[in-house]
């Protein structure tokens, strides 16, 4: 754990009202409740006004139930000691789930964090009429080079146009027959 905003843990709302939001721990004690003034508040009945505490110390984090009424449960068991938070791990308090991210300790983001830029402009989708242009870059080595050409569906359009005009060809065939004789 570290100082720098961007690589302090994370404790993203995983259901519920607040489904989405997020809290930035910084270090010392922060304590998870329902009742104003808590550091991370959560609105469910279920939840006690001090439910439990978070310390971040020491590159470390610990979560203690603080006597709740419905206990703290940590990856579905009851938290009964201070436990050590790991990355993904998910804390329920209540009817809420809680998901915990350590940025300096995570092999991966979590969802939603990343945020995606457009780094070299599109190369445009293929046709059946054109040769297949080669990949190229991180492309081709993660995807390899295209076995084969991918249809546009320009055909299936076509057939349905000619069933459809053969099938009015002779429904009206069918109705002057009927009528003129």
Do not use: C
Not at 48 to 68: F, I, K, P, V
Not at 78 to 86: A, Q
Not at 89 to 99: A, Q, S
Not at 109 to 116: A, E, K, M, N, Q
């Amino acid at each position: 754990m570290t100082d720098e905003l961007h690589l302090l843990p994370l404790l993203t709302v995983v259901n519920g009202p607040l489904r989405g939001a997020s809290f930035r721990l910084r270090p010392g004690a922060r304590t998870i409740g329902r009742e104003e003034g808590v550091d991370v508040l959560i609105d469910d009945r279920k939840v006690s006004r001090r439910h439990a505490t978070m310390e971040l110390s020491q590159g470390r984090a610990l979560l203690a139930d603080n006597g709740s009424t419905n206990g703290t449960w940590l990856n579905d068991e009851l938290v009964n000691r201070v436990r050590e938070l790991r990355d993904g791990d998910r804390i329920r308090v209540g009817h809420v789930e809680l998901r915990f991210f350590d940025p300096s300790a995570a092999l991966t983001d979590p969802v939603g964090t990343i945020r995606y830029t457009r780094t070299a402009p599109q190369q445009p989708r293929w046709r059946a009429d054109e040769p297949a242009a080669p990949a190229t870059g991180a492309t081709a080595a993660a995807l390899g080079a295209p076995t084969q050409l991918m249809a546009t569906g320009r055909r299936a359009g076509r057939v349905l146009w000619l069933f459809g005009g053969g099938t009015v060809l002779a429904g009206w065939a069918t109705w002057a027959y009927l009528v003129l004789n």
